[in-house]
């Protein structure tokens, strides 16, 4: 199910945190044209694997509306676990995706974040994106061919990279504000509604051996790794 890129000699359920595997493509396009997404494993226990894109897929507002949001209501969350798990996932990838426990995390201004939320694509907070990126460049990340044409993306000037700012899902310093992640790999604060921003999705994956067919839409795992 899962083909690693960085190393072809181990089983999935030996993955490891730095490991760079490919899972699902993104986005929409011909058969035949579509690309793999990468995933980097920030953990994994052998039973699943906790993931994070390794480029921003896509350029998406948090929130459509200029009003209070958290992540259990902005339609960033619901785009993502409805139209980028049918565009980006087969039926079969779609069964190993598991619907875990997402815990609603302060960020830096410690508002109110929400509640917790159960999604099967999320994305990272503030305390998970200092937990698995120790420093600013590994918190960079560079846009895949398909977000840096979509137009408006922000990135930085080639000399510095051209990286981009990505969101998290934890609330900034007011209701309509939410934090991301700068394209120097600091965090910053934005308007829910701002267009310029990214998408780095993140997944839990069930690890499995190819030949498991079992049919079901997802399985529940609370996976706080």
């Not at 039973?47 to 390794?54: G, H, I, K, N, W």
């Amino acid at each position: 199910m899962l083909r690693r890129i960085n190393d072809s000699g181990r089983p999935d359920t030996d993955l490891q945190a730095g490991d760079i595997v490919a899972f699902g493509r993104y986005p929409p396009a011909p058969r035949g044209q579509r690309k793999w997404i990468e995933w980097l494993i920030l953990s994994a226990d052998g039973d699943c694997a906790r993931m994070v894109s390794r480029f921003v897929l896509d350029v998406k507002r948090y929130h459509d509306e200029d009003v209070s949001v958290t992540w259990e209501t902005c339609s960033l969350r619901k785009w993502l676990n409805t139209d980028f798990v049918q565009a980006a996932f087969s039926r079969k990838e779609q069964y190993s995706l598991v619907e875990t426990e997402v815990p609603a995390e302060q960020g830096v201004w410690k508002t109110d974040p929400g509640n917790d939320t159960r999604d099967r694509v999320f994305l990272l907070s503030y305390p998970e994106a200092r937990k698995y990126f120790r420093t600013n460049d590994e918190r960079k990340a560079m846009p895949t061919a398909y977000a840096k044409n979509r137009g408006g993306i922000y990135t930085s000037s080639p000399e510095h990279g051209g990286t981009c700012r990505w969101w998290l899902r934890s609330r900034g310093s007011s209701a309509g504000n939410v934090q991301c992640v700068d394209a120097g790999g600091g965090f910053c604060n934005y308007y829910a509604i701002t267009d310029t921003i990214a998408v780095r999705p993140a997944v839990v994956v069930r690890l499995a051996p190819e030949n498991d067919h079992q049919e079901r839409e997802y399985l529940f795992i609370s996976c706080r790794t």
